[in-house]
């Protein structure tokens, strides 16, 4: 069975700074890409960031130079370092890993509230 499992969601004021992190055990290989997503509430899912095994990131405009995604696809291990974050930042914060079989894998999500 493969889980995901995200750390590091909190309650922060406006202009601070959380680090998530999400580690994958199980059977699940050849990962692929790795990526984190958000959603508040009424919202729907949206991509924040995310990077693949030809090195390759991408972030939502939203978040670029404020956010950084690192992380080791073959220690199936993914870093979310946020910077100055925003009341709109608020929201669930999810990882998704996907393998060579572009099989998707969710977290069940970590809670960031940004106050102003």
């Known amino acids: 069975q493969v889980q995901l499992r995200e750390s590091g969601g909190a309650s922060v004021q406006s202009g601070g700074s959380l680090r998530l992190s999400c580690a994958a055990s199980?059977?699940?290989?050849?990962?692929?890409?790795m990526a984190w997503y958000r959603q508040a509430p009424g919202k729907k899912r949206e991509l924040v960031a995310e990077?693949?095994?030809?090195?390759?990131?991408v972030y939502a405009d939203s978040v670029s130079g404020r956010f950084t995604i690192s992380g080791d696809a073959g220690k199936k291990t993914v870093n979310l370092q946020m910077n100055d974050l925003k009341v709109e930042d608020t929201a669930v914060y999810y990882c998704?890993?996907?393998?060579?079989?572009?099989?998707?894998?969710w977290g069940q999500g970590t809670q960031v509230t940004v106050a102003s």
């Open positions: 990077f693949d095994m030809g090195g390759s990131t």
């Open positions: 199980g059977s699940i290989y050849s990962i692929y890409e």
């Open positions: 998704k890993a996907v393998d060579g079989s572009n099989w998707e894998y």
